[in-house]
Every structure is written in C-alpha cells, then in structure tokens.
C-alpha cells in the first residue's frame, strides 16, 4: 500500500529521554527524538514505565480527532460556513484529497510504537509470584486496540500489522487492509485472550488516577461485540466491567432548584470531566500540546456548532419537577432537557448546559457548545486569538474523555433491550438499576428475569443508581404519572426499538458533542434489518438537503474520511 509506505516508521518513542520528576511530567511531547534499536528489550519496570507514557504521549495527537470525526458525521451539530474547510466536508462526506485531515500516520506511529513494546516486552518477569510487566503488556495492547478501533471507524478500513516496523524494507512491505467489519474481527481476535485483565496504575495523574489513561481490554471488547449484534455476550461483560469496579450512575444532575424555575443545580455540567472511566490526558504544562476543542466551539468564528434539530428536541423534551430521587409527587410539568440549556422563568436569563447562548460584549451571542467550555481548565497562558476570551477566562482542557459511566450505562442497556428485555433496559433511564427496581414487577416484567448474572443488581452498591433521565428531565420522569412508559405495542420486537430510540435520545442528552454519536448510530442501526436506515434518516436531518443526503450516505463506501 503506497499511503501506508509513507507513515512514518516511529519503533518506539524516546519522547521521555532524560530525567523526569513524575508521571505527569511523561505527559509533555516536547522531543521530536526516536529510537530504532531492534535488540533493545524491556526488561524492568523502569524500561516499561517509559515506554507506556512514550505511548500515552503519542496517543495526545489522536484526541481532538476522536471527537471531530466521531460528532461531524454524526447529527447533533453542524459546521458554519464560516469553518475550515476540511472540517465542512468531513461533515458534508465528501471529502477531497486535499482534506488536511485525511493522514493516517498518527494512527499507524501509536500502533507501531505499541507492536515495538509488545514484540520487546518481557512478561516472564516475576516478583513474589507477580509478573511484574504484565499490566503494562495488557495496557499497551489496549492501547494498541483503541488505536486500530479509531483508525477503522475513522477510514473505513484498517491496515493490519503487529510486528514492529523499524527498517525501511519493513516500510516497504505490502500488509493486508481489512475493511471495517473484518477490522473489528481481527482487533476482537487480538484483544479477547485479555478480557479482565488489569492495565498499569502509576499512581494519581493530577485529579485522577493514571488507570484512566487505558480503556480496558472488556470494554473494548464489550463495544465490538455489541456491534456484532452478540448482545448477550456485550450485556455480561459490560455487566462484568460495572460490578468489578463498583461502577454506580449516580445523582449528577441538572434540575430546577425549586418548582419556580428561578434557580438550576447544575451538577451534569462537570459530568465530563468528573465520570470518567478512560480518557486521553495531556500535560499539566498549557504550553504543551493538547486538544483545541474549546476554541472549536466556544469562540466568535466556531468550527462547529449544535444542530438546530437536536436543540428543537432538547426543548420540547417534558420536564417533570419532583423534590427528591425519592419523592412521589410531581409538582411541575415544563418543557426543557436541563443537560441542553434552559430559561428561568419571568426572563431572567439562560442557563447553558452542554450548549447556550453566550454573552458578550453585553450582548447575547449565538448557541454555543459550552461542554468543553464548562469543563475545562484555568489556562497559565494568553489566547489573543479568541475574542471571547477578551471577555472571559483563558481556559483549557486537561484530558479528553472516550468513555464515562454514562455511555458504560447506555451501552449495557442497548444490549439488555437487544437481549430481548426492553423493560429492564429502560429502568436504566428511568429508576435506575437497583434491587427495589428489579423485583418490582411494575417496573421491570417478570418474564425478562430468568435468572441471568448479567442482570443482577441485589447488591446495596448500586442502591445510589438513578436513572439517566432523571439527570436532565426532572427527578419525577420515574414516575408512572409522568406518562413516560413503555408503551402497549403489537410486538416484543416493536418494545425493543421504541427503547432503543429512547436510548439514542439518552446517549445524546448525556454524551452529546463527546466523539461518541458516530458510532452510536452506526451500531444501533446495525442492529435493525433495514440497517443503514436509521443512521441515514438521523443524519440527513441536518442537512438542507434531507433526500439529497440520504441517497448519499445510502452507500456505506461514503461514510468514511478517505
């Protein structure tokens, strides 16, 4: 393959040569310096420790990415005119050969530098009947699987390797390119032997542990097998993941501080940056590099913005007022997902949640995303070249996430519902997965429980679970008086896809402009026998030009960035 030949052969990074003080410190991407020796072997912790954060700092560049290409072929935003150009055809897929984002070799000196360490690494290593390297092995393969995972949604196709390119024959070398579904086969093959198995803890990295930096081998899993539509295999290991590490969805709300709507707890705002299960982290240091996602989105000429379609169902969206998690009665009924942006009664103002109107220069700006915004970081450094920041403080962010407890919860219910128990599935957006939901018969039908591991949740841990509607739509949406039910239906597979349509609108609400709607859409809809209709139908919505988009994106040769 001509393209690939021209990747850079980057065998392992040496961005971590010299002395450093700490695991954050790994983090800076400063040195350009790589090494290509093929005796070299790690043979100790130290040798690993570099050789993961060499990995991790070179993953950085692949963050920004994950986002841009996971929400502009998606159908919760839109890019203005007034946007890169790249960007606009990317969004538009029809991309030429210009496109500044068409290179790959980003991808492929991740998957490089991972098959390095991999193919160098000595796992026999053992201390006190621990193999003391193995963690790091499993956190670089898990790396390794991301990678190619993004390269393959991203392109389409996935150019397979796993030993180390270190000469320029090996450059040279033809390799086979798998198209998208076989990629996933392949990387599932990889990845499978090491399903529960524990990536490298270095410690805390700023606020949060250093685990975060991996998404784990079951999660990875978990995903493609729920795009194989196996969904009882994808229920039990994403069951497996929440129960091992406690995982709980918990009281991270926005919702009207009284029935009067003249105050919000907006507690889902920090949601992205504090329920996190995997993310990429950048360095503490502002001049180092890290994804400019806030000055994509929150800034006078932005590169994208939330599509007028998703903002129009956000506001129609019923909010039902209740006191408490606990409380019985609901005491107003408005209009408004809080995790958009809302109004508060008699104009006094707006409230802006992932997206909303600005204010500056006294004046009210157009709607905004304000999630990376609202996330992000007091900045050491100036930013002349955002006008908003003439008007509000420098910020910027510290980590780009690719999985939270929302989407592990979202994701284990769209397999559930698909496993044949819709009810259960949707007691994940409405009451929560506890044992008094459970065993409620009003709630979760009897005929759905039969005694599967995958769907007990007896365990007091998970008494703290509320329903992801809850977090935007009002504390009483539990209720049966709120009219949000399931619906009487003509057939069991009729139930499934009326929950799974309310799962997407979930996975919207709470994870909207995160990287994650791409492939959201394309998995669901692959789970439906008029596949690629529903992906289709969604995102044509945005366009001006509906039919004229979906006879495009008719084609599955067009969804991708090539």
């Keep these: 393959m001509k393209t690939?030949?021209?990747?850079?052969?980057?065998?392992?990074?040496?961005?971590?040569?010299?002395?450093?003080?700490?695991?954050?410190?790994?983090?800076?991407?400063?040195?350009?310096?790589?090494?290509?020796?093929d005796d070299l072997h790690i043979s100790s912790a130290n040798d690993s420790l570099y050789s993961v954060m060499g990995i991790l700092a070179q993953q950085q560049r692949l963050a920004e990415r994950y986002v841009l290409f996971g929400e502009l072929r998606g159908d919760l935003v839109e890019v203005p005119a007034t946007a890169d150009y790249s960007l606009q055809e990317i969004a538009s897929f029809n991309v030429s050969g210009d496109n500044s984002y068409l290179s790959r070799s980003d991808y492929y000196n991740v998957i490089n530098n991972c098959?390095?360490?991999?193919?160098?690494?000595?796992?026999?290593?053992?201390?006190?009947?621990?193999?003391?390297?193995?963690?790091?092995?499993?956190?670089?393969?898990?790396?390794?699987?991301?990678?190619?995972?993004?390269?393959?949604?991203?392109?389409?196709?996935?150019?397979?390797?796993?030993?180390?390119?270190?000469?320029?024959?090996?450059?040279?070398?033809?390799?086979?390119?798998?198209?998208?579904?076989?990629?996933?086969?392949?990387?599932?093959?990889?990845?499978?032997?090491?399903?529960?198995?524990?990536?490298?803890?270095?410690?805390?990295?700023?606020?949060?542990?250093?685990?975060?930096?991996?998404?784990?081998?079951?999660?990875?899993?978990?995903?493609?097998?729920?795009?194989?539509?196996?969904?009882?295999?994808?229920?039990?290991?994403?069951?497996?993941?929440?129960?091992?590490?406690?995982?709980?969805?918990?009281?991270?709300?926005?919702?009207?501080?009284?029935?009067?709507?003249?105050?919000?707890?907006?507690?889902?705002?920090?949601?992205?940056?504090?329920?996190?299960?995997?993310?990429?982290?950048?360095?503490?240091?502002?001049?180092?590099?890290?994804?400019?996602?806030?000055?994509?989105?929150?800034?006078?000429?932005?590169?994208?913005?939330?599509?007028?379609?998703?903002?129009?169902?956000?506001?129609?969206?019923?909010?039902?007022?209740?006191?408490?998690?606990?409380?019985?009665?609901?005491?107003?009924?408005?209009?408004?997902?809080?995790?958009?942006?809302?109004?508060?009664?008699?104009?006094?103002?707006d409230f802006a949640g992932a997206y909303g109107y600005t204010h500056v220069k006294d004046e009210q700006q157009d709607i905004l995303i304000t999630k990376f915004y609202n996330n992000g970081e007091a900045a050491s450094v100036s930013n002349p070249d955002n006008e908003m920041f003439d008007w509000q403080s420098v910020r910027h962010l510290r980590s780009v996430p690719v999985y939270r407890t929302p989407s592990l919860y979202l994701r284990y219910a769209e397999a559930v519902n698909r496993a044949g128990k819709p009810s259960v599935a949707f007691a994940v957006i409405t009451n929560g997965l506890k044992q008094k939901v459970m065993s409620d018969s009003t709630l979760v039908m009897p005929w759905e429980c039969n005694g599967e591991m995958y769907i007990n949740f007896d365990n007091g841990k998970y008494e703290g679970n509320i329903g992801t509607a809850m977090r935007g739509r009002g504390y009483g949406i539990r209720l049966a008086k709120s009219g949000y039910l399931i619906p009487e239906l003509e057939t069991l597979n009729d139930s499934i896809e009326w929950v799974e349509n309310e799962i997407l609108y979930e996975m919207a609400a709470e994870t909207c402009f995160e990287g994650n709607r791409f492939f959201d859409l394309m998995r669901v809809s692959h789970h439906r026998a008029d596949h690629p209709a529903l992906m289709v139908d969604k995102i044509s919505r945005r366009f001006d030009n509906p039919s004229a988009a979906a006879a495009r994106l008719s084609n599955p040769e067009n969804w991708w960035i090539r």
Aim: hydrophobic letters at 40%; charged letters at 20%; proline letters at 3%.
């Design 115 to 349: 098959n390095y360490a991999i193919a160098r690494m000595d796992t026999s290593i053992t201390l006190h009947n621990n193999k003391v390297l193995m963690s790091d092995y499993v956190g670089i393969r898990s790396v390794r699987a991301w990678t190619q995972m993004q390269a393959a949604l991203s392109f389409g196709e996935l150019t397979w390797y796993t030993d180390p390119i270190t000469t320029v024959d090996g450059a040279n070398a033809d390799y086979p390119v798998l198209p998208f579904d076989a990629a996933l086969d392949r990387i599932l093959q990889d990845i499978e032997p090491y399903i529960g198995m524990e990536v490298p803890d270095f410690g805390n990295v700023g606020d949060y542990n250093s685990t975060q930096a991996f998404l784990r081998p079951t999660l990875i899993a978990a995903d493609i097998y729920l795009y194989k539509n196996n969904y009882e295999m994808a229920a039990q290991l994403y069951y497996n993941y929440i129960d091992k590490y406690n995982i709980t969805l918990g009281d991270n709300t926005n919702r009207w501080s009284g029935n009067t709507r003249t105050g919000i707890w907006a507690n889902n705002n920090n949601a992205y940056k504090n329920e996190v299960i995997s993310r990429i982290p950048f360095s503490s240091d502002g001049k180092d590099y890290r994804a400019d996602l806030i000055n994509k989105t929150y800034s006078l000429v932005p590169q994208m913005v939330p599509a007028a379609h998703f903002i129009k169902q956000m506001d129609e969206a019923l909010h039902f007022y209740a006191d408490g998690t606990g409380s019985i009665l609901i005491t107003g009924t408005f209009e408004g997902d809080l995790r958009g942006m809302a109004f508060y009664a008699d104009n006094k103002g």
């Design 4 to 37: 690939f030949r021209y990747i850079a052969m980057t065998a392992m990074a040496a961005v971590l040569a010299g002395a450093v003080s700490s695991c954050e410190d790994m983090l800076e991407t400063k040195s350009d310096d790589y090494i290509f020796e």
